[in-house]
């Protein structure tokens, strides 16, 4: 796969560049430079497989020039060892459940996927490779978890000091080997800003290979693609063959919850392959930029916000370059496929309660914005795919609060909460930063 950066389009690189790299030089992001248009016809054929099947053709669609055949199946076999269900509430609300990994996110599996590529890069190359990575909860644990005991791998997560839920600190702090966590005394943009100061700090990057598993990294974006081709195919009915619905009677939307905007652009690129979705919906808490953006046609980024919804608390979203990429810098072209909406703590809550008296269904806070877009949003004729993006026993505090009999605590928690936190504050600034790097 070629790709080029969205700061100049004559930036190009081929896979293991862009991964290696995170950032372009010129400091934009990586896009696809092509990406094969397929017809209706190809995605009814992978209605009934499974999920690893269809991460494995869409590997061998986008990256067999990159990886033999052997290596993608093992990249597929390491990272996609868990499924992503599709639970139907009613005949036209549908929730993919994208919680079932390791660390009961979505981002398990674009954080299982790069870790199994880096090794993949570190075993031909025989060098170890640095992660340094930015975490606002849910994304260090993946990038713990996923890149544990990889051999030729170091992972340094930096996070916001009290920012984070327990739970999810605990997931990624009590590890240990391999893995570092730095305790910032600061904010999430902090802790982006730093990362991004580190790539750009020539003593670093001497002593060590670098690369980030932000949700910039190209590894991360990829896979993600998988679980949309796989709801949406799962959804289409037998046999029908309605160009205009995209095989649908009703089309479907699509609500994301976002914060850096990863997740819906992966969506996006699908869509650009011919999935058949009508729209998305960019649903987000009180850091409502994007929105902002959809409705009046300006971006302003603005300092993060604190919600119940804290993986999405950003005031950033360093995905946005790669939005506007897609459509060209296009306002217009962008709102045709791309509806925004935000919600407040408040309006989250009631939704999770509302969702439970009628459905007996139970959403973290995150899902459950992305259920406020898709009531919404969703027109009678058509049908919502809500992403789920995180298990409701990821967040015990608003949960207990509202509904103290509903959570059910899964196995992989139990685990993370019995382990012994290990982390070393450091101040927001490079200095810090940099001797941890280079001591540990
Ligand atoms: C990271 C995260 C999000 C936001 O995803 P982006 O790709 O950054 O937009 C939403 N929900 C949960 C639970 C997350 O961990």
Redesign the pocket.
């Given at each position: 796969m070629k790709l080029y950066s969205t700061g100049n389009k004559e930036e190009t690189a081929d896979f293991r560049t862009a991964v290696m790299r995170g950032l372009a030089p010129d400091g934009g992001l990586y896009m696809p430079s092509t990406l094969p248009v397929m017809p209706l016809s190809f995605w009814q054929t992978m209605r009934n497989r499974s999920l690893s099947d269809k991460a494995r053709i869409l590997f061998d669609l986008l990256l067999s020039d990159d990886f033999s055949e052997a290596e993608r199946s093992e990249i597929t076999r390491r990272a996609f060892t868990f499924d992503a269900p599709v639970v139907s509430l009613d005949e036209r609300t549908h929730v993919l459940e994208l919680f079932h990994g390791p660390t009961l996110?979505?981002?398990d599996f674009g954080a299982r996927t790069m870790a199994a590529m880096m090794s993949v890069f570190a075993r031909k190359e025989g060098e170890t490779i640095s992660i340094v990575t930015a975490t606002?909860?849910?994304?260090g644990a993946a990038v713990a978890r996923g890149f544990h005991n990889a051999p030729g791998v170091e992972v340094f997560v930096l996070y916001p000091s009290g920012q984070v839920s327990p739970l999810q600190e605990k997931q990624f702090t009590t590890l240990g080997g391999n893995i570092t966590a730095l305790e910032v005394d600061g904010t999430f943009d902090d802790c982006q800003r730093l990362v991004k100061a580190c790539f750009a700090d020539n003593r670093i990057r001497e002593a060590r290979q670098l690369t980030t598993a932000n949700?910039i990294n190209i590894a991360r974006l990829l896979p993600q693609m998988t679980y949309y081709i796989h709801a949406v195919t799962g959804l289409m009915p037998e046999g029908t063959q309605e160009p205009a619905g995209g095989g649908f009677a009703r089309p479907i939307v699509c609500s994301?919850?976002?914060?850096?905007?990863?997740?819906?652009t992966a969506g996006l690129l699908a869509h650009r392959m011919g999935l058949p979705v009508r729209r998305f919906i960019a649903a987000t808490n009180i850091n409502h930029v994007v929105p902002d953006y959809l409705s009046q046609g300006r971006f302003h980024p603005k300092p993060s916000l604190r919600s119940i919804?804290n993986?999405?608390d950003?005031g950033n979203?360093s995905?946005f370059d790669r939005m506007l990429d897609l459509y060209g810098h296009d306002h217009q072209a962008m709102t045709s496929d791309i509806q925004g909406a935000w919600y407040d703590d408040r309006q989250t809550r009631q939704a999770i309660v509302e969702v439970w008296e009628r459905y007996g269904y139970l959403m973290?806070p995150?899902t459950a914005v992305g259920y406020l877009g898709s009531r919404q949003h969703t027109a009678e004729n058509e049908q919502g795919l809500i992403l789920a993006?995180?298990h409701p026993a990821k967040f015990p505090e608003t949960i207990s609060s509202l509904l103290p009999d509903a959570i059910e605590t899964p196995e992989q928690l139990l685990e993370a909460a019995a382990g012994r936190k290990q982390s070393i504050p450091v101040e927001a600034d490079l200095d810090a930063v940099r001797d941890v790097l280079l001591k540990n």
């Open positions: 996110a979505f981002k606002s909860g849910d994304t949700s994301v919850p976002s914060g850096n905007f990863g997740n819906l919804s993986a999405m950003v979203p995905n973290d995150h993006t995180a």
